[in-house]
Nanobody, 115 residues
Framework: QVQLVESGGGLVQAGGSLRLSCVAS????????MAWYRQPSGKQRELVAL???????NYADSVKGRFTISRENAKNTVYLQMNSLKPEDTAVYYC?????????RGQGTQVTVSS
């Protein structure tokens, strides 16, 4: 079994920054793609950013130039550095990991950006 635990969410003013972390633990041999999704209240979940095992990244247009995804393979950890935050970034942020044994998702961390 694999567990993902996110941390780093909170309340921040518009223009501020937050850094999210997600640690994977359990029966892990290697992790392929890791990603961050978000789900604003009452809306569908959307992909924010992903990073492959080789370090290739991809971002939603709405966060390009403001968010940076990175990972530490030795720690089974993925990060999301969020700068220049906007009220529309308010959502529950989830990390997702793709392993040979399947896909796993954390419980999420709330990010609230006040105007």
């Amino acid at each position: 079994q694999v567990q993902l635990v996110e941390s780093g969410g909170g309340l921040v003013q518009a223009g501020g920054s937050l850094r999210l972390s997600c640690v994977a633990s359990g029966s892990i041999f290697s992790i392929n793609t890791m990603a961050w999704y978000r789900q604003p209240s009452g809306k569908q979940r959307e992909l924010v950013a992903l990073i492959t095992s080789s370090g290739t990244t991809n971002y939603a247009d709405s966060v390009k130039g403001r968010f940076t995804i990175s990972r530490e393979n030795a720690k089974n950890t993925v990060y999301l550095q969020m700068n220049s935050l906007k009220p529309e970034d308010t959502a529950v942020y989830y990390c997702r990991a793709e392993l040979l044994s399947g896909h796993y998702r954390g419980q999420g961390t709330q990010v609230t950006v006040s105007s």
